[in-house]
T-cell receptor
């Protein structure tokens, strides 16, 4: 079946603009994660959803970052009033770990959205 | 403070030889350790993992070793193949049936020389 998809793949925003990044997880995956990967770094956790419930948002860097998953499938990460330090690749991952067949920590990543703030 | 460290940003290995990638972590509460592989313009893909109750896990050409007392993890690839050229990330997590958020290292770029 299809993997995790993300759109857009590339986004250029002027400083101060709002952006919305979309994630389509693998069908049936209950868990959904967002990560931020700065240049030369590993991905860093932003937030976690179990179905439509956002159970962990401890990694969101500021209140300009907001994520939702209203129907427990597609998720959107919104960044308001973008700043240059928001430039990064935003990765979405889904997991079937809620079922016994899933392996701990095994997540399926999308290709990411590269956000550049000018 | 970096909880997961990969001290070698890059590594070059001849095709057919063994590649050894290393990772250190600081917090002994983590109980699952993973390696992800990443090609350019793609997301990371799961490669292999190990639970804290084991010290070795093999999957074909890939073996992960865990030394809990040293808080050290390594990935061995043998024999190395050109398709193994990628960035490898070490990651750690706390296992549960839900929020298994991953903490990643900074990655090691592996280049296999034909």
């Amino acid at each position: 079946g299809a993997g995790v998809s993300q759109s857009p793949r590339y986004k250029v925003a002027k400083r101060g603009q709002d952006v919305a990044l979309r994630c389509d997880p693998i069908s049936g995956h209950v868990s959904l994660f967002w990560y931020q990967q700065a240049l030369g770094q590993g991905p860093e956790f932003l937030t976690y959803f179990q179905n439509e419930a956002q159970l962990d948002k401890s990694g969101l860097p500021s209140d300009r970052f907001f994520a939702e998953r209203p129907e427990g499938s597609v998720s959107t990460l919104k960044i308001q009033r973008t700043q240059q330090e928001d430039s990064a690749v935003y990765l979405c991952a889904s997991s079937r770990r809620d079922s016994p067949s899933g392996r701990a920590g095994e997540q399926y990543f999308g290709p990411g959205t590269r956000l550049t703030v000018t | 403070d970096q909880q997961v460290k990969q001290n070698s940003p890059s590594l070059s290995v001849q095709e057919g030889r063994i590649s050894i990638l290393n990772c250190d972590y600081t917090n002994s509460m983590f109980d699952y350790f993973l390696w992800y592989k990443k090609y350019p313009a793609e997301g990371p893909t799961f490669l292999i993992s190990i639970s804290s109750i084991k010290d070795k896990n093999e999957d074909g050409r890939f073996t992960v070793f865990l030394n809990k007392s040293a808080k050290h993890l390594s990935l061995h690839i043998v024999p190395s193949q050109p398709g193994d050229s990628a960035v490898y990330f070490c990651a750690v997590t706390l296992s549960n049936f839900g929020n298994e958020k991953l903490t990643f290292g900074t990655g090691t770029r592996l280049t296999i020389i034909p």
